[in-house]
């Protein structure tokens, strides 16, 4: 059958994506990592059973992310390559995106920022410690959870007007270009009766404005106008409208593909279609 398998093993999560020859999509799956082979090896069964797939229909099993390192050789006897995390994510953030050049930001539990080209350019712009980890532990320690389905449900029922200052809150309108509702200050005007979904929500919109303000400091860089946001975090509920103030303020287009979470399984897979495989490990 030629099935490529694409998986990437994150810090906190493993995803598989299942392509045919001719690039279209079989199937996607998504589970968390307690460790990275025990994730690898149950995403991969999972994945045949839901799909009616057996490992004779395997042509390779492409791996990326973290965790590949730890499974080597060819997996139950099916050709097993490797592809660099950077290009995956350019690869994959550029083919959800249908975009020839971009700034692809990957939202795992760091951030990554990378250049990618249809030329095949793909380079590593830079990094940050500020992720999805970081949303986790500060959740944490703030509200007590570190769930990421629990963040995502507080911070559907939280307030930002108790826990950010604003430029309205300081100011009678806009401050130059900045509109009324900007952030002036992340956590400036906490309120004593704030609850934990405030702050869920202050936390979730701190991480995602920090990623976007160096986003725009990367196109700044590269000389674009285009950024391409991938990762589980594109998906927490107030993303698109936080991205959007980014756009208004800046001119900067910044998407949100369908599939965002899997953008690098989806990447790794398609690079080994289209350029010579490395060597298994």
Not at 215 to 242: N, R, W, Y
Request: proline fraction near 4%; hydrophobic fraction near 40%; include cysteine.
């Amino acid at each position: 059958m030629g099935v490529i398998l694409g998986i990437d093993i994150g810090g906190s999560a493993t995803k598989i994506v299942g392509l045919r020859p001719d690039e279209s999509v079989i199937g996607m799956l998504r589970v968390k990592a307690e460790d990275s082979l025990t994730s690898l090896y149950g995403a991969l069964g999972s994945f045949l059973c839901s799909h009616g797939l057996s490992l004779g229909d395997l042509e390779r099993i492409v791996l990326t992310g973290v965790g590949a390192a730890d499974a080597r050789g060819d997996i139950y006897g099916v050709p097993t390559v490797r592809v660099e995390e950077f290009p995956s994510i350019g690869t994959g953030g550029l083919a959800l995106s249908g975009k020839e050049r971009a700034v692809v930001v990957s939202l795992g539990t760091g951030t990554a920022f990378i250049w990618a080209d249809q030329d095949g350019t793909v380079r590593h712009i830079g990094g940050s410690g500020i992720g999805g980890g970081t949303l986790a532990g500060l959740s944490s320690l703030i509200t007590g959870t570190r769930q990421y389905a629990q963040i995502r449900k507080l911070a559907c029922g939280g307030d930002l007007n108790k826990v950010d200052l604003t430029i309205g809150n300081m100011s009678r309108g806009s401050v130059g270009s900045l509109p009324p509702e900007a952030t002036a200050a992340n956590f400036a005007n906490l309120s004593e009766d704030a609850t934990p979904a405030d702050l869920t929500l202050g936390l979730v919109n701190m991480v995602l404005q920090c990623i976007g303000t160096m986003s725009v400091f990367a196109c700044e860089g590269c000389g674009t106008k285009t950024v391409v946001l991938t990762g589980a975090l594109t998906m927490l509920p107030p993303a698109g409208e936080i991205f959007r103030l980014f756009t208004q303020l800046y001119g900067i287009e910044f998407i949100i593909p369908e599939n965002a979470t899997f953008a690098t399984a989806i990447g790794a897979a398609l690079y080994s279609l289209r350029h010579e495989p490395p060597k298994t490990a």
